[in-house]
Each structure stands twice: as C-alpha cells, then as structure tokens.
C-alpha cells in the first residue's frame, strides 16, 4: 500500500469532526420521537421527564410513563457521557483505546406493557469514541408472553427492511447475533423472540464481534468474511433507518393485542416471566453495566425492570397451552422473517 492510499484509507474511518454533535442531536430526535409515538398509543398516560447531570462530565433525559391505559411503565432514555478512561468491560473488547478520554451517547428504552398479550420490548442504540477508535452499536427486541407468530413476523420483517436498505448481509448476521446475546445462560433458554443486536461496528472487518466465534453467528459471519469497508456516514445512516423502523415495527402489535380480554392465569404468567427479564438486565445487559460502571444515574439506568414481577419455584407450563408453546416454540430461534402459517412448527 501506498503512503497516499494509506492516508486516504485513514481517513474513510474517521469520524467528521462534529460526529458527536450530529449524533446527539439524532439520539435526543429519535428520543423525543418515539415518546409522541408511545403517548398517542397510550392515549391515557404522558412522560415525566427527569434532566440529570453527571458530575465526571455529560448527563440526559430520562422519561418514564407509568399506569398508562397500555403500559404499565416505560421509559425512554436520552444520554451523553465522557471521561478520562472507559471502563473495564469496553476495554476487554476494545484495548486499542486504552488511555483515550471517551463519548458516549445513545438513546435505550424498555417498555412493559399492562395486557399480558401485548410484548415487552426493548431498544437501545448507542455511539462510542475514544481517541482515534469510534464505534456504533444497538438494536431492538421483541419479548412476548404469549405466542402470536403474525406479530414475530412483522417485528422481524420491518427491521430486516431497514438492514436490507443498507447491506443485504446485516440482517442475517444481527438477527443471530441477537438470538446469541438475549440468551439468559442459566435457565437455558431464549429472553424473548429476538431481532437486532449488533456491536462495535466501525466499518471494518466481519460484521460480527461477538464472543461465541463458533457460534451460528459467528458462524454464518465467518463464511462471508470481511465485508466491503463502511465509512462512518454509511453506519450512522443505518443507525438511523434503525431507529425509526421501531414505531413501525411495535405499534401495530400493540394496537391489535391491547383489547384482548385476560384473567388472573395470564397476569400471573407475565408477571412471572418478567423476572426472566430482570434476570437478564441483572446479570448481563451490557448497558445496565455500562451505566454502572460509569457512574451513571441509577434511576435511569435501573428504569429498565419492571414495576410488578414474581418468581415460582420450579415452575412447569401445562401441556398444550399457550404458555407451553410460548417455551417449546418461540423461545427458541426461528427464521421469522420467512414465517408463514405453514412453516412454524406449532405445539
């Protein structure tokens, strides 16, 4: 390589100089976007926002419904951070920016519905840079309690839109990616029916950089090598194709289940699957620890676990019901953006 193309490769990688500023100001838009969303869906609740700073540098906007006609409690987080170091945990995985002060910045959300039949979800999408390195990471997932394939399909198919606008290989990597990482490792099983989950993509290398290299995505990302170089426009476009599929990729599922009629059983059985949640945001969530680990705002960080959630022991679904298709079937990976009623294997 010449000493020109060597500075011109250089300078595909690295981020124009108001990087940060754009993508605050997108993170704060997608913000305040998915909030008008959620509070015309509600229809009864609105957001209450808190401001907070963060006394090493930075701070956000934490906004959080609660006893709304549809959800139960969520909230919609805005935030920047920086500081001298990264953490521990981002250093493991990225040591080149090891003695680098670092930006933050990212909008996530998590949502508990109050009707059992309509899904948890989740959302975060997030920017990181230190020193020369910079990286995007995020996604969003879909966590049912009782099993609609219809409403999988469509979660799957408008984010699988928004990554074929882009790259025809970020589906496929993401989505195993994510069926990998929302993986709760001492039950054995799945959180959810999955979607998106990507990390320190910088527009380089393979797509995935996950921990599991032999796992399905670390697998089908191998076998299609490296990928043409992405520059930082290109991914930041992405990330906010990303951003705006989730209205078009939650709602709809939400207004057709929020009128389903439900009892004690179902109640009892989503607020018992939602400790399954809390595990998982507990014990794994990179944000929740992220958030942790930089000092970060506890209230905000933790407005991820749901407000009502029971544990039972030993519990065992009853055969052929839908909580027993909910474990057999769709806690487990399935191609849903191929789904039709006659390819999903039903109990």
Same mark, same amino acid.
């Given at each position: 390589m010449t000493a020109l193309q060597d500075v011109t490769t250089t300078k595909t990688y690295l981020p124009p100089s108001n990087s940060r500023e754009r993508v605050k100001q997108f993170m704060k838009q997608l913000q305040d976007s998915i909030c008008e969303g959620l509070t015309k869906l509600d229809g009864v609740a609105t957001f209450k926002e808190d401001s907070w700073e963060r006394e090493e540098g930075g701070?956000?906007?934490?906004?959080?419904? #609660?006893?709304?006609?549809?959800?139960?409690?969520?909230?919609?987080?805005?935030? +920047?951070?920086?500081?001298?170091?990264?953490?521990?945990?981002?250093?493991?995985q990225r040591p080149e920016a090891a003695g680098h002060g670092f930006f933050a910045t990212g909008t996530s959300m998590v949502l508990h519905p109050r009707n059992p039949y309509i899904p948890t979800v989740h959302l975060n999408y997030r920017y990181f840079e230190a020193g020369p390195v910079w990286w995007f990471g995020g996604g969003a997932d879909l966590t049912p309690y009782y099993p609609f394939a219809e409403d999988a399909a469509h979660f799957h198919n408008t984010f699988k839109g928004a990554c074929d606008n882009h790259h025809p290989e970020y589906y496929?990597?993401?989505?195993?990616?994510?069926?990998?990482?929302?993986? /709760?490792?001492?039950?054995?099983?799945? #959180?959810?029916?999955?979607?998106?989950?990507?990390?320190?993509?910088?527009?380089?290398?393979?797509?995935?950089?996950?921990?599991? %290299?032999?796992?399905?995505?670390?697998?089908?990302? !191998?076998?299609?090598?490296?990928?043409?170089?992405?520059?930082?426009?290109? %991914?930041?476009?992405?990330?906010?194709?990303?951003? !705006?599929?989730? /209205?078009?990729?939650?709602?709809?599922?939400?207004?057709? $289940?929020?009128?389903?009629?439900?009892?004690?059983?179902?109640? !009892?059985?989503?607020?018992?699957?939602?400790?399954?949640?809390?595990?998982?945001?507990?014990?794994?969530?990179?944000?929740?620890?992220?958030?942790?680990?930089?000092?970060?705002?506890? +209230?905000?960080? %933790?407005?991820? %676990?749901?407000?009502?959630? $029971?544990?039972?022991?030993?519990?065992t679904p009853e055969p052929n019901t839908p909580e027993a298709e909910l474990y057999n079937t769709f806690l487990k990976p399935q191609d849903w953006a191929n789904w039709t009623a006659k390819t999903l294997e039903r109990v």
């Open positions: 701070g956000g906007r934490s906004r959080v419904m #609660r006893d709304g006609a549809v959800f139960e409690q969520g909230g919609v987080n805005f935030s +920047e951070v920086w500081g001298d170091q990264l953490p521990p945990t981002i250093l493991t496929p990597v993401f989505k195993r990616w994510c069926d990998e990482y929302f993986y /709760l490792k001492h039950r054995q099983e799945m #959180r959810g029916i999955g979607g998106l989950f990507f990390d320190y993509q910088d527009g380089k290398g393979q797509l995935y950089r996950g921990s599991d %290299l032999s796992g399905p995505a670390g697998t089908y990302s !191998n076998r299609i090598g490296e990928v043409k170089s992405r520059s930082w426009e290109q %991914l930041f476009a992405f990330i906010q194709d990303c951003g !705006n599929a989730f /209205l078009p990729a939650y709602t709809p599922i939400a207004q057709r $289940r929020k009128s389903i009629e439900y009892g004690d059983r179902e109640r !009892n059985f989503q607020l018992y699957r939602r400790g399954r949640y809390v595990e998982f945001n507990l014990v794994y969530d990179r944000g929740t620890i992220f958030g942790l680990q930089t000092n970060g705002r506890t +209230e905000s960080i %933790l407005m991820s %676990l749901p407000p009502l959630v $029971r544990w039972e022991y030993g519990y």
